[in-house]
C-alpha cells in the first residue's frame, strides 16, 4: 500500500483523495479507491494511475515496435524445404502417390485418378474428352510423374498430414 504524503497510512480512504471513502481497491496497486478515481476494465477496479501506467507501457512497446521495423524488412518463419512440422512431425500423403500413378497410367483417359486425387473437375474435363485420346496421353505423362515425385512434394500438392 502506498502511504500518504505525511507518511501515514490509508485504510478506509482513497489513497489519492484523502476525504473520500474508498469504494474498492485497484486490482494493480492494491490500494483503496473512491469512485472518482476507480476505472472499471472487464469488471475489474483500477486506479487511474495504474491505468495510466499501462497506457503508457502500451504506448512504449507500440513504438519499439514501430522504431524495430522501421528499416523495411520482412522475415518470413517457416520457408525452409523441410517436411518437417512445427513440433517435428513428418509431412506423409493422405492418399497413395502409387496408386494415383497407376490409375493415371493405365485409366487415365477418363480421368479416373483426378477423381481419386480429389479434382472432380478435372476428372470430368478428362472424360469429357477422352474420345481425343489427349487425356490417355496427359494420363501416362501425369502417373510417371506421381510415381516419380517425392512423398513431400505429393503431399503438399494432393494434400497430407504431420506425423511424429
Excluded at 73 to 91: A, D, F, I, P, Q
Aim: include cysteine; aromatic fraction near 10%.
Amino acid at each position: 500500500m502506498k502511504s500518504l504524503p505525511g507518511g501515514e497510512r490509508n485504510s478506509l480512504r482513497c489513497y489519492i483523495h484523502n476525504n473520500r471513502d474508498a469504494v474498492g481497491t485497484c486490482v494493480g496497486c492494491g490500494n483503496f479507491i473512491c469512485t472518482d478515481c476507480r476505472v472499471t476494465i472487464n469488471g475489474k477496479n483500477y486506479c487511474e494511475i495504474c491505468v495510466q501506467e499501462l497506457v503508457n507501457s502500451k504506448d512504449k512497446r507500440i513504438e519499439n515496435l514501430s522504431n524495430n521495423n522501421s528499416n523495411g524488412t520482412t522475415v518470413y518463419m517457416n520457408n525452409s524445404s523441410s517436411n518437417l512440422g512445427y513440433y517435428g512431425e513428418r509431412l506423409v500423403p493422405v492418399k497413395s502417390k502409387a496408386a494415383a500413378g497407376v490409375l493415371a497410367i493405365f485409366f487415365g483417359a477418363v480421368g479416373v485418378h483426378k477423381f481419386y486425387l480429389g479434382k472432380p473437375l478435372q476428372g470430368t474435363l478428362s472424360l469429357l474428352f477422352c474420345w481425343t485420346g489427349i487425356p490417355a496421353v496427359l494420363g501416362v505423362v501425369e502417373g510417371i510423374s506421381y510415381i516419380a515425385s517425392s512423398d513431400e512434394k505429393f503431399a503438399h500438392k494432393y494434400g497430407g498430414r504431420y506425423l511424429r
